[in-house]
């Protein structure tokens, strides 16, 4: 049985992530509704932080040779001290065009990046071959180049590179610089999944979540999910956190639902702070922490999190949790609102109607934001344009 929610709040509970590769891409889908979300909104929120070189892949040991190394080359066979000095100087090659990619003892330059890549790449080095193909993808130091990112990509993928192999079914799954095939990019996320890839481990749990060119799967999803969360997979803790949640693929666990959110919120993730915030209003897996429940809603809405921004407005025109202060409410109500949340506008609506909070009362604002929340279908904001003698906009 799922928990309810504060009476006052009607808001939507957890949300879960539906990201789809090392290019970090989110969609927000709700498993648990009490009412409905755009998940339009929370797709495009994201999309600045996507395709930085080393996002998808797992930190390489190598290091830059030291003097005690290349002391015991020398007392190697000369062929063999030969091999090991060229491998030596390749990944220096490839260090160098990390420190220019990250400005790290050098001023950043992504064509200076792009160049020690290259040379790199070119004599077989699988790292410098991903962030080559990453900057082709980004068009980063180097002019956007969908069909030369996929060349390197596959290049670092028959060296069994892992993050290539999930880039790969990325860019079948978006239909970059190749037909879009989703049967052919789950291939490709489940052999990264099955090469250990984190990314490659949350995309095919979420292909199963969300039955994208598979048959649908909670338990599946449950799976590899938790396998990448095990690797610190943020939004692979959200995701999961939501099966537990809703008992989804998994027996339901409050408690657990919460740790991994607490996990990922803590790591600085939006929507994991907001579920967190939801959890501790409500009691839900945690003790009930009202000032608890406001830290996280603050956390995650001034990540621009419309859900929190909401929450987190309303906390603070009941004055639960936090000192009461309509003001403050007023602004939260707006920017959620902005963003086509129907809770929101319906309070937005409310506070120009009663002109709370420091708002003018304003009928044709009141109107206005009514209409935006009825239009979502949002009850109460129907009820308020009846009782403003406005004809309700059908939803839809």
Known sequence: MSASLPENSKRNPFHVYVASGGVILLVLMVLSVWWTDSP???????????????????????????????????????????????????????????????????????????????????QGHADAQYDLAVLYGNGQGVPRDYTEALRWLHKAAEQDQAAAINEIGRFYDE?????????????????????????????????????????????????????????NHVYAQTNLGQLYQDGRGVTQNYAQAAQL??????????????????????????????????????????????????????????????????AQAAKWYQKSATQGHAGAQNALGDFYDRGMGGMPKDRAQAIAWYSKASAQGRKDAQENLKRLGVQAEAEG
């Open 261 to 326: 959110y607490q996990r990922a919120a803590e790591a600085g993730d939006a929507m994991a702070q907001a579920n967190l915030g939801i959890m501790y209003e409500g009691g839900h897996g945690v003790t009930q922490d009202l000032a608890q429940a406001a830290r996280w809603y603050r956390a995650a809405a001034e990540q621009g999190n419309r859900i929190a921004q909401y929450n987190f407005g309303v906390l603070l025109e009941t004055g639960k949790g936090l000192p009461q202060d309509l």
């Open 40 to 122: 339009e909104d929370d797709y495009a929120r994201v999309e600045t932080r996507s395709y930085t070189a080393g996002d998808n892949r797992q930190e390489t040991t190598s290091e830059i040779p030291d003097s005690a190394d290349v002391q015991q080359d020398r007392e190697s066979p000369p062929a063999q001290q030969q091999i090991t000095a060229a491998a030596k100087d390749v990944e220096m090659q490839y260090r160098r065009g990390q420190q220019y990619l990250r400005g790290e003892g050098v001023s950043a330059n992504a064509e200076e990046a792009a160049k020690w890549f290259r040379r790199a790449a070119e």
């Open 175 to 231: 239909g970059w610089g190749v037909a879009q095939n989703i049967a052919e990019a789950i291939k490709w996320y489940r052999k990264a999944a099955d090469h250990g890839n984190a990314w490659g481990q949350f995309n095919l749990g979420l292909s199963y979540s969300t039955g994208k060119g598979i048959q649908q799967d909670d338990a599946q999803a449950a799976q590899w999910y938790r396998k990448a969360a095990a690797q």
